[in-house]
C-alpha cells in the first residue's frame, strides 16, 4: 500500500482507526551512495483521526537499510525505528496545518515514510558504534586490523630547529 484514501475510512469527528501496513519506499541517496530497502517490505502502522475539519496521523514503522558505512566503506545493514506525525486541516489558511503528503483526502504513505526514515537516520551511518574508518596513508580498512597500524614517516624539516633546541 502506497496511497490511502481517507475517506474510505469513514471517520467521523472524534473517532480514529489503525491500520497495519507494509511498504516499500523508493530508495534513499546520501552522500552520492545509494541505500535500498528490503528485501522485505517495511512493516507500520498508520493510525488516523478524524479532527473537526481534517486528520490527524502518526506513522509508526520499523525498516531495515542496506548501504555502505559511511566511514569504512564496507557494505553494511542500518536499522531505523520511526515515530512521525502529520496534521491535515485543509482550508484552514495556516500552511503548518496542510501536511504535504495528503492531497484531495488522498494520503501519500510511500513518501510520508521515505522522508520520514530520512529524517530519523543519524548523521553518519556506521558499520558499527565503533568504527575506526580507513588509514588516511594507505586507505586499509582499519575495523580489519589487529593492534596498532602506523607508518613511518620522515620528520618535517620545518621543524628541524625546534628538534635540535629538544636534543
Not at 496521523?57 to 515515530?83: N, Q, S, Y
Request: glycine share 8%.
Amino acid at each position: 500500500m502506497s496511497t490511502l484514501d481517507l475517506t474510505t475510512l469513514a471517520l467521523k469527528p472524534g473517532e480514529g482507526r489503525r491500520v497495519d501496513l507494509e511498504l516499500v519506499p523508493e530508495p534513499l541517496e546520501l552522500g552520492g551512495e545509494p541505500y535500498n530497502f528490503g528485501p522485505e517490505p517495511v512493516q507500520g502502522r498508520l493510525d488516523v483521526s478524524r479532527t473537526a475539519s481534517g486528520h490527524a496521523m502518526r506513522l509508526e514503522l520499523g525498516a531495515t537499510l542496506h548501504g555502505i558505512c559511511m566511514r569504512c566503506l564496507t557494505p553494511a545493514t542500518f536499522g531505523v525505528e520511526v515515530e512521525s506525525r502529520e496534521v491535515d486541516q485543509p482550508g484552514s489558511g495556516d500552511e503548518e496545518l496542510a501536511s504535504p503528503y495528503v492531497t484531495e483526502d488522498e494520503l501519500d504513505i510511500a513518501a510520508w515514510a521515505h522522508d520520514a526514515i530520512a529524517l530519523a537516520l543519524p548523521q553518519t551511518l556506521l558499520c558499527r558504534p565503533d568504527c575506526a574508518g580507513l588509514c588516511p596513508e594507505c586507505g586499509i580498512a582499519l575495523n580489519d586490523i589487529e593492534g596498532e597500524h602506523v607508518h613511518e614517516r620522515e620528520p618535517d624539516p620545518r621543524w628541524a630547529k625546534l628538534r635540535e633546541l629538544m636534543d
